[in-house]
């Protein structure tokens, strides 16, 4: 066996366990920031019910 073939392999290993790692924080973040973006968005305007305000008056001009 090359030991110079199992030393890269472990090198390879960590260095994508680090990457996996780092991609996980970084996801976190974004979500984190994505959460924050949202709860700031402001509160729509609440619409008023049309079905409320229909049939209470009658127009009489001609």
Do not use: C, E, F, W
Request: proline share 6%.
């Amino acid at each position: 066996m090359n030991i110079s073939s199992a030393a890269s392999t472990s090198q390879v290993q960590t260095q994508d366990a680090v990457s996996v790692a780092m991609l996980r924080k970084t996801l976190d973040q974004q979500q984190a920031m994505a959460a924050q973006m949202i709860a700031s968005l402001p509160q729509p305007a609440s619409v008023p019910d049309p079905t409320a305000t229909v049939g209470r008056s009658v127009d009489t001009y001609a």
